[in-house]
Each structure stands twice: as C-alpha cells, then as structure tokens.
C-alpha cells in the first residue's frame, strides 16, 4: 500500500500547482503520473522553552550545561546562519529563544566572558537587521556587533590551528572557539545534512578546511547527502569533527522545525490539488491573479517579507554525535515518505527561495544547485530518478543575479561555464584564482558577498545529480542562454517538455512529481519482485 | 605576470587632494604668508569649482597653481608630516589588507594617482606599494612654478600610462587588476581584465552594475 503523501494522478486529476521562481503555475500532468507530496507538519512542542531548559538540563553523553560552568571561564557561543530555516521563521526565531535561555544560565553562572559568532564560514556575512531577526532585539541591542559578530573565514591572523585527521585533512578554525573553555553550538536542523560535526568543523572553518571534502571528487561519491550514512562529505565532515572535538570542548544544542512553510491562508499548497476547497482554490486563484501582475522585483519582495510559521519539533543537546542522532530522527521523521521504485522522469518547481539567496534574487547558479543539487538529493536509499532520467523542472532562469551577495557567482556562470562545465577541470583551472581574488575577498570581508569559492562549491553540489542524470529540461525559461550555459534543454510547456523526456525514457515512462517546498524526502523501497511473497 | 594599479584618493584614502594642499598652504614659513597662501586659495575657489565640474585633469591644474613660488626643499620636507598627519590616519581599514593580498598573488602593486610625487611615494612605501605613477610639479632653480610636468596623471592620461607601465615590465593586462572610486577613472579601469570600483560614486556604483564588476567597501571594517 502506498504511503497518504503519494498520489497517483488519474485523467480526471485537477492540475498541480508548482513554484516556477516566484510564480505559481499550474501544470497538467499525465494520469498515472505519481505525485509525492510532504507530510503534513510534525506537531509542535506545546512550550518550547520548558523543552530548551530540559535539553540543556539533561543533555546526551554530557553533563548539563549548568555543570560546564564556572566564573572566569572563556565561552564562544556559536550559532547557524540565516540560510537556515528557509524562508526564515517568524520571530522569535529559535536561536532567540535558546539564546536566551543560555545567556541567563551564563549569568546565573557568574559567566561574564563570552562572545556569540554567526558560524557563517564562507558564506556571506548577516546584515545587522538579520541578526536582530534571529537573536532578537534584547540581545542584538546588547551585545552587536562587539560581542555578537559574523565570522570572517579569511580574517587569517584570527584562525588556529586544530589538527589533522589519520588523511592529512587540516581543521583550521576561529581562533576565539579555539582558545575558548567552551564552546555552545545553537543549531537549528532544516535538514538531514545540517548540524552534527558540519555545525562547529564547517560553520567555523575557513577555506583550508573546506577543501578535503567542497570538491567534485567527493561530491560524486554522495549517495545522497542528505543521507549521512551514505555520504562521503558527511565522513570527512565527522573525521575533521572528531578532531575538533578532542581539542574544543562543545556542548552542542540542536533544534528541528516541522515543514510548516505556510501560514494558515496559505496552507493549501501543502495539499493534493484535489483535496482543495472551493475556498483555497479560489484564494489560489486570486493569487495567481495577483502575482503575474506584480513586477518581478516586487514578488519577489512580497515573498521575502513573509516569514515561516515554522513550529520547533525537538531540542537534543550534549555531545555533538550523541545529540545529533535524535536531530537526524526527528529530521527523517518530518520529511521522509517513502516511495516505491525509481521515476524515469522527475518533475518538480523550483522556488524562488534557496540556503544562499536570502533575501536576493535566485540567480541561474542556484537554480543549478537547487535542481540538480538539492532536488536531486532529497533521498535516502537510491535516487528518486533512474540513472540517465531526466529532470524536468520550472523556472524563468533569469539572467539576474544579486550584486552586493553574488558578484563572483556572475564571473563563473558568465566566463567559466561558457568553457566548461566539468566540474573537475574548474575546480583544477580556476578555483584557485577565485579563491585568492582580492577584490572578491574584500567583498566577502567588507560587504555581505559569498567568499569567491562558494561559485564552485555550488557547481559541486549539483555534480552527483550532474553525473546521475541524463538530460534537465526547462520549463518556462525566459532566455535560451541560461539553460544552454547551464547544459539544460528548454521547452514551452510541460508537455512538451513531457515530450522530450519521453524520448531517451523507456516505454510508458514511471513519471513522477517531486511536490515542494515544503522539504519532502524520498525514502526509496525497492518495487517488490512479482511472485515473491513478503 | 600581473600587476594590480591602485588610484589613491577615495580608493585607498578618505583624503582627496585638496587635504594635503591645504596642509601646505597653513605650514608656511611666517603666519603672514599662510595667510596670503589662503587667501590665495579663496580667491581660486570659484575657478577649482568650474574646473572640477570641468574634468580632473583641469582640476589638477587649476589646484597646483596653488603651490606656485613653494620652495622644492619645503614641499620635499614636510612631505613625510603630510603622509604622517593627513595621509596615514585616513588610510581605509581594509587597504593594506587589499594591498597585501595583490603581493601574495606576485602582483606589482602600482600606485596610479593624480597627486603628487613626493607625497605618493613616502605613502606607497607605508602601504607596502611597488611603484608610483603620479604627477610631478615642474621647478624652476628649485622653486614650483605651479605647473605639471606633462603627461598629467588624471583620466584617459591613466589608462596611457598604464599601458606604457604594462609594456615595460611585462605585464599581462588581461590578467592584471585596478581599483578605483571615482567615473573618471573608468578608462584606467577599463584597461585591464579585473577592474573593480572601490568605495564608489553614484556614476562609477551604476556602470560596475552594469558591467558587473565587483563592487568593495574598504572603508568597512569586517
């Protein structure tokens, strides 16, 4: 039998409903179709902060935080970026609430030297009103920016050497967490890969230890990484963590959020089309209606301005491996719906939100990395696709790009992808000269740009989906220079492009519609053999 | 080999060029001829206002007439006070950090200014920089005529003078790197393969989005 959250189309199945970047357009897809929507929200915690105080009170593998504490002690609390939660939740955020919990249990502890660091690593530096977002007004106002800071991954002289694993893999990190008696780590987990070791090992690193495992070579060997298990990014991650945390002494805190995405008046599109009401398919109407007469830049506006509704499900703190085995539970438990065999054709819409646009718009590389990166991914068990399927997906592919966040992402889609799109001949020809260029380093350092080399990694994220896939076709495309730069096809409509796929797909093709956001994982069980009796 | 050419003021500077000439015109000898150096100036005013609106080039010239009848050995001497008192605190926060990552690229850091030799060089020496291209007053028996001795370091004259800098010393310009903040720097910038606008103004912002060059805040501290 299967699972509630999938749906197989039939002719009399009304049309889907899919983000095309900041648009919503309505597609038909053929009957038999099978559509794999996310699971309804996981309930939230009833007090979220009676749940906080529990979790640090009674900790994995560690003593409570309260037992760490001693006056005069050195403490680093650091915290994930605003890359997560997508879009960000609606205040207070959770690292508000565990934040200021912590600071209290600091005071009450007679802890006056600590500092808070956004664990950004290379990715651009929070404005001042997004930290006010996640912390809150009574701590921004407090402690930014002296004692509430991002931090700079190339600010050299303020890194430390860690150590090396048994492979020679060097952990650099900040050196304030290096020399601090403890190190809080307030993570909140959107998703499988998040937290665990990637919290402190990643978030606090710089471009040296970055490099054993953002490259091509391990990116192809994720299957998939939003599995740990079976993700060699998430190996080398832990070995580094590992010797972060024989050197650092952390107590990690880490949060889960369910998927509700939407608020109540837009909860709808959580839904089966069919399962609509009169009500919320006139309320989609009338947004349809609303946005195709909105200029660009204002929806996209209008998208940012509206937070999540997002519930925490779980806090788990103590040791970093020890918590992070309940975060990846919850996680799995949140998004996984399992799914039998594979699509030869995986259709899905991209949204207009990613973990690196952030308010800014979401340029062609990030469609990439949303398609063939996290699309692609969104598995455990074996691909949603067919080895040599096709992807089908809708977005204006715009060629638009964020100036202030993504200046370096231009130069790459513009220079380096018109003479390759092999990932290991970029990461061999150019990375090098990016991750040195001055200019976009000082905008890294200075402004609030993505470190040069986050261009590459971003190309790397989509290589196990670029090295599984057969063909990506565009849906929708505004330009054909985009697609054609990014190795993509391009059709008018979805059924054409249905068309095209069916071309290089077997006979009567297993298609299947990837619904999201809101994050749905695939949890691939193997079609059962006929005859055999389970 | 690449180089990377730097304009000063505004790019790696708060000052402009008028701060340090002031400085000359209040350390005279006598208060007496400060006062006439001044009042000099006042009178100048509305002439620098036209040039400026005008183009650099005009401005530089119109704002060196001012040191006309200065000793060689007074400008020379109170050169290093200038660098000390005017130049070094207004140094951005992030110059010698730019600066140093063009030095661990192998880059020759060239200095491409509109101001005057004898103060670029004491700074090109504080930032850690190569090379000076800058403009050079004309003396007669050690005394400033208040003329520049052509070429005039200032708009399209850069880009020139670039290109000579390149030629010379084997350069690639395809490879090298400049960094300006004002649009009458554009065609110094648009002579190599990597410009980038630094603390830019409102027309020099525009064209970089445009263009797509990278856009730095030097005068942000990290």
Do not use: E
């Given at each position: 039998m299967t699972h509630p959250c999938v749906v197989t189309l039939d002719r009399k199945s009304a049309p889907r409903v899919l983000f095309a970047g900041n648009r919503l357009i309505e597609v038909d897809l053929p009957a038999g179709t099978r559509v794999i929507y996310p699971k309804p929200p996981l309930e939230g915690l009833r007090d979220p902060d009676a749940a906080i105080r529990y979790a640090i009170n009674h900790p994995y593998n560690r003593e409570p935080l309260y037992a760490l504490l001693r006056p005069g002690m050195k403490v680093v609390i650091a915290m994930d970026d605003i890359s997560l939660p997508l879009p960000p939740m609606k205040r207070p955020d959770v690292r508000e609430r565990v934040l200021t919990i912590v600071l209290q249990l600091l005071a009450d502890h007679g802890v006056d030297d600590f500092e808070m660091i956004i664990a950004t690593s290379v990715h651009r530096k929070m404005t001042g009103p997004e930290v006010r977002h996640i912390v809150g007004d009574r701590i921004f106002d407090a402690?930014?920016?002296?004692?509430?800071y991002n931090h700079d991954a190339e600010d050299l002289d303020n890194m430390a050497f860690v150590g090396e694993t048994d492979l020679g893999e060097r952990v650099v990190l900040n050196k304030k967490a290096v020399e601090a008696d403890l190190v809080i780590y307030v993570n909140l987990n959107l998703?499988?890969?998040?937290?665990?070791?990637?919290?402190v090992a990643v978030g606090l690193c710089g471009y040296e230890s970055l490099k054993p495992h953002h490259n091509p070579k391990v990116m192809r060997k994720?299957?998939?990484?939003?599995d740990p298990k079976t993700s060699e990014l998430n190996t080398i991650v832990e070995r580094m963590g590992k010797v972060t945390n024989k050197v650092l002494k952390v107590f990690t805190i880490e949060t889960t959020v369910n998927n509700?995405?939407?608020?109540r008046a837009l909860s709808?599109?959580?839904?089966n089309e069919d399962d609509w009401s009169g009500n919320e398919r006139l309320a989609f109407k009338g947004m349809q209606f609303a946005l195709d007469r909105t200029p660009d830049s204002a929806r996209q506006k209008i998208f940012e301005r509206v937070p999540s509704p997002f519930e925490l499900t779980g806090v788990f703190a103590g040791e970093t491996e020890a918590a992070h085995v309940h975060t990846l539970k919850r996680c799995f438990e949140q998004y996984c719906v399992p799914v039998e065999g594979q699509a030869d054709i995986l259709i899905s819409g991209i949204p207009y939100v990613s973990p690196y646009n952030v308010n800014a718009f979401l340029n062609p590389l990030l469609v990439q990395v949303m398609a063939q990166g996290y699309l692609f991914n969104?598995?455990?068990?074996?691909?949603?696709?067919?080895?040599g399927g096709t992807i089908i997906i809708t977005h204006?592919?715009?060629?638009?790009?964020d100036h202030a966040q993504h200046a370096p992402y231009v130069e790459f889609v513009h220079r380096l992808l018109p003479e390759t799109r092999d990932a290991m001949e970029l990461h061999k020809r150019f990375e090098n000269e990016f991750a040195q260029h001055p200019a976009y380093l000082q905008m890294y350092r200075r402004g609030n740009a993505y470190h040069p080399v986050h261009a590459f990694f971003m190309w790397y994220w989509g290589e196990a989906g670029r090295q599984h896939v057969g063909r990506v076709i565009v849906v929708?495309?505004?330009?054909?220079y985009i697609p054609q730069v990014l190795g993509y096809e391009t059709a008018r409509s979805m059924h054409e492009a249905i068309e095209m796929a069916k071309?290089?797909?077997?006979?009567?093709p297993q298609i299947t519609c990837m619904h999201l956001p809101p994050i749905v994982m695939a949890d691939m069980v193997m079609p059962r053999s006929p005859g055999v009796a389970t | 080999m690449a180089a990377s050419y730097f304009d000063v003021?505004?790019?790696?500077?708060?000052?402009?060029?008028v701060h340090p000439t002031l400085f000359y015109l209040l350390n005279q000898a006598t208060p007496a001829r400060t006062l006439a150096r001044l009042g000099g100036a006042l009178l100048r005013s509305p002439k620098l206002v036209l040039a400026e609106l005008r183009d650099r080039r005009a401005f530089n010239e119109e704002l060196y007439m001012?040191?006309?009848?200065?000793?060689e050995d007074r400008l020379h001497a109170l050169a290093d006070e200038v660098v000390d008192k005017v130049l070094r605190p207004a140094i951005y926060p992030g110059s010698r950090d730019l600066i140093r990552r063009c030095k661990d690229l192998g880059h020759a850091v060239v200095i491409c200014s509109g101001a005057l030799d004898f103060l670029m060089v004491p700074l090109a020496r504080e930032l850690g920089a190569d090379e000076v291209i800058a403009n050079r007053l004309e003396f007669h028996d050690r005394i400033?005529?208040?003329?520049?001795?052509?070429?005039?370091?200032a708009g399209p004259t850069k880009a020139l003078l670039i290109r000579e800098h390149a030629r010379r010393n084997g350069h690639d310009l395809d490879a090298s790197f400049a960094y300006s903040d004002?649009?009458?720097?554009v065609p110094m910038l648009s002579v190599v393969g990597h410009p980038s606008a630094v603390n830019p103004d409102a027309a020099l912002e525009r064209l970089a989005h445009a263009h797509r060059w990278p856009v730095v805040h030097l005068d942000r501290t990290p």
């Open positions: 402690y930014w920016p002296r004692r509430l998703v499988p890969m998040d937290g665990g070791h990637k919290s994720c299957h998939s990484y939003m509700r995405m939407f608020d709808f599109l959580h839904k969104m598995y455990r068990g074996q691909p949603l696709v067919k080895k204006p592919c715009t060629d638009r790009f929708g495309a505004d330009n054909a071309d290089t797909a077997p006979q009567s | 003021d505004g790019t790696l500077v708060r000052t402009n060029l001012l040191f006309r009848g200065m000793s400033a005529s208040g003329r520049m001795i052509p070429p005039v370091v004002s649009y009458s720097d």
